[in-house]
C-alpha cells in the first residue's frame, strides 16, 4: 500500500504525485455525510446563540493581516469559515456559503480521524516517503462550491508550515476535480528551489498579526492542471508551488486534506501561525518508529 519506485520518483521529480482510490466511493460518501453531520451541530449551537465564525479569502495576497483569534486558536478546534461576500451586501455570515472547516477535524471527528490520523494507507505512504515520526498538524473539508467556490493563490505549504523537517499535504478529492470546478494547479518541479517566503507570527507572544516575509510573484503560464476523480489522492510536496482556481461550473468540488509534518530531528518553528496548543503539547502522532 506504500508508493512504488515509479510513484517515488515522479514525486522527487514534479513535487506532486496522484494516487489513485485513496478511498473508496463509499468512503467518500462516509466523509460527505460526516461533515453534513458537523455542520448541521454547529448550525444548533449557532441557533441557540453562539456566533463564531470568519471569512476566509485564500485569493487575497496576505502581506501583513489582523486575523484575530477565531483563526489563529482553530489548530485543536473544528471551526468553520465562509466565502467573503464580493458584494459586501450580505452580511448574514450563516447565509454565505462555507469555504471551508479546519483545522482539527482529525482529533474531533471520529470518522475523520479514521481516514486521516488512524488510516494504513496514510502510515503505509508515510513510511515509504521514510517518515520517522509523523504527526498530522492540520486537517480541513475545503468546499469550493459550485459558482462560488474562490480562487487559491499560488503558494508553498511550507510558506505556512514552516518546519527543519519534512512536510507532506495528503490532499483527497471528494468529487471529480476538473479545470471547470476549480481543480488544482502545480509548477512542476518547483520544489527543487528553495522557500523563499514565510508566513509567521509577527513574535512569539503576538497571536493575533501575521506577516508574508518575502511574498514571492509566480509565473501563471508555468502551471500545469492536476485533474483527478473522487478518491483520488493528490501528495504535495511542501515546497512544491501550486494554486486553484475559481469554480465556475454547476458542480461542486469538495476535498478532505490533511498535512503530515515529521518531529523526529526536526524544528517546527515558533512563528508557525499553526502551534500545538490547547488539547495537547504536540500534533497527534501517526507513528513513532524512532523508540
Ligand atoms: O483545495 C484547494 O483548492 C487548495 C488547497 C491547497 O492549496 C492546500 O491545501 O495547500
Known sequence: MGLNRQQL???NSQGYLVVPNFYSPEQCQLLKAEIRQIIRAEMDVNSRGRQMSATFNASVEVEKQNIGNYFIESGDKIRFFYEEDPDKENNEMFERPLNKIGHALHWHSKIFRKLSLEYCKTSSILRSLGFIKPSICQSMYIFKREKV???VRPHTDGTFQISTGAVVGFWVALEDATIRNGCLWFEPGSHQKEIQSFY???????FETMKLRNPQQYDDSKFV????KAGDLVLI????IHKSEQNTSEKPRDA???HVNENYNADWSKLN???PTGRSASFPVVFDDSI
Not at 492542471?225 to 483527478?228: A, F, K
Not at 510536496?237 to 512544491?240: G, I, L, P, R, S
Open 9 to 11: 520518483s515522479t514525486l
Open 149 to 151: 467556490g474562490s480562487a
Open 200 to 206: 509567521e507570527r509577527t513574535d512569539e507572544s503576538n
Open 225 to 228: 492542471p492536476c485533474e483527478v
Open 237 to 240: 510536496d511542501k515546497a512544491v
Open 256 to 258: 478532505f486534506t490533511f
Open 273 to 275: 501561525w499553526l502551534q
